[in-house]
């Protein structure tokens, strides 16, 4: 007797594995993929968690209980991971500057995908003078040092969490341009784009329905790594004193407050850096494996 679940392990067998099967299966099997995820939902969810899981004020000062030393290095429960140099609790300061560095990198790639993706899109889809046009304002781009502009133009707008969101989605969208230049520049040439001008389809409609959803997994991966350059880009602003101003928690200004105490109290930069180093490191595992995952190699 042929049971239900025997009936559909035979059709699997001869009509073979659907493509979502061949995807999820790709998914759960790519272990850098899956470890990246977890770690990045992880840390998004304390950041959203953050006023509730975080055991103390981030901003309250206390002089009486300053450089306290984190619980495995000699200090109490009160304070897990120690204070600053204020005395301020370093576990809430880590968990408010979560949100910091993931509001930073999603909202810095989401400008910076926006503009790029719309140029490079437009260049691959017309060509001609769009192309030219759009080909001459990546090269002016890429000859422009990232960290030198936005170091010159966060010390003249100043340094806020708007202005560091700004130039950084500003600056960043050169790689967005190029990789949707040349995926438009393949996806257009298909039957299917030929077919839809065929048949009088609009220009917004056959790059909303025909080419963007063909070119979507090319443009998840650029998202992943722009949105880790990003986040160290803006540590590394906070750093110098020009990104994130006090008080506001983030990694990399913690790391700058706690340099001049690394000889003596090396948890200071240690703890931050490398809660820096994971969150970065996450995503872009994340990212490898999407690009893993998607390749057309592997989709077939």
């Given at each position: 007797?042929?049971?239900?679940?025997?009936?559909?392990?035979?059709l699997?067998?001869?009509t073979?594995?659907?493509?979502?099967?061949?995807?999820?299966k790709?998914?759960?099997?790519?272990?850098?993929?899956l470890?990246?995820?977890?770690?990045l939902?992880i840390?998004?969810i304390?950041a959203?968690?953050?006023?509730?899981?975080?055991?103390?004020?981030?901003?309250a000062?206390?002089?009486?209980?300053?450089?306290?030393p984190?619980?495995?290095?000699?200090?109490t429960?009160?304070?897990?991971?120690?204070t600053?140099h204020l005395?301020r609790?370093y576990?809430?300061?880590?968990?408010?500057?979560?949100r910091?560095s993931?509001?930073?990198?999603a909202?810095?790639a989401l400008?910076s995908g926006?503009?790029?993706?719309?140029?490079?899109?437009?260049a691959?889809?017309?060509?001609?003078?769009?192309?030219?046009?759009?080909?001459?304002?990546?090269?002016?781009r890429?000859?422009?040092?990232?960290v030198?502009v936005?170091?010159?133009?966060?010390?003249?707008?100043?340094?806020s969490?708007?202005?560091?969101?700004m130039?950084?989605?500003?600056?960043?969208?050169d790689?967005?341009?190029?990789?949707?230049r040349?995926?438009?520049m393949?996806?257009?040439?298909?039957?299917?784009?030929?077919?839809?001008?065929?048949?009088g389809a609009?220009t917004?409609r056959?790059l909303?329905?025909?080419?963007?959803?063909n070119?979507?997994?090319?443009?998840?991966?650029?998202?992943t790594?722009?949105?880790a350059?990003?986040?160290?880009?803006?540590?590394?602003?906070?750093f110098?004193?020009l990104?994130?101003?006090?008080?506001?928690?983030?990694?990399g200004l913690?790391?700058?407050?706690?340099?001049?105490?690394?000889?003596f109290?090396p948890?200071?930069?240690?703890?931050?850096?490398?809660?820096?180093?994971?969150?970065?490191?996450?995503?872009?595992?994340?990212?490898d494996?999407?690009?893993?995952?998607?390749?057309p190699?592997?989709?077939?």
């Amino acid at each position: 007797m042929i049971t239900a679940g025997t009936h559909d392990s035979l059709l699997d067998e001869i009509t073979g594995p659907t493509p979502g099967q061949m995807l999820r299966k790709r998914v759960f099997g790519h272990q850098g993929l899956l470890i990246g995820a977890v770690v990045l939902i992880i840390l998004t969810i304390i950041a959203i968690l953050a006023p509730w899981i975080a055991p103390h004020d981030p901003y309250a000062q206390s002089l009486m209980t300053r450089m306290e030393p984190p619980v495995f290095m000699g200090g109490t429960w009160e304070h897990p991971l120690g204070t600053d140099h204020l005395g301020r609790d370093y576990l809430s300061r880590l968990i408010y500057g979560a949100r910091i560095s993931l509001l930073i990198g999603a909202v810095a790639a989401l400008i910076s995908g926006v503009i790029g993706t719309a140029m490079g899109v437009a260049a691959g889809y017309f060509g001609g003078k769009v192309d030219a046009v759009v080909t001459f304002l990546i090269n002016v781009r890429l000859a422009m040092p990232v960290v030198l502009v936005a170091l010159a133009v966060v010390a003249i707008l100043g340094g806020s969490l708007q202005v560091v969101i700004m130039v950084l989605g500003l600056l960043l969208w050169d790689r967005f341009a190029v990789v949707m230049r040349a995926s438009t520049m393949q996806v257009r040439r298909r039957e299917y784009v030929a077919a839809a001008q065929v048949i009088g389809a609009s220009t917004p409609r056959i790059l909303l329905s025909e080419i963007m959803p063909n070119i979507a997994n090319n443009l998840i991966v650029v998202v992943t790594l722009e949105m880790a350059h990003a986040i160290l880009l803006e540590a590394a602003l906070s750093f110098l004193g020009l990104g994130v101003q006090p008080p506001t928690p983030s990694w990399g200004l913690m790391v700058s407050e706690g340099k001049n105490m690394m000889l003596f109290e090396p948890w200071l930069v240690l703890i931050p850096g490398a809660v820096l180093f994971v969150l970065v490191l996450a995503i872009n595992l994340m990212g490898d494996g999407l690009r893993d995952v998607t390749a057309p190699e592997n989709r077939s």
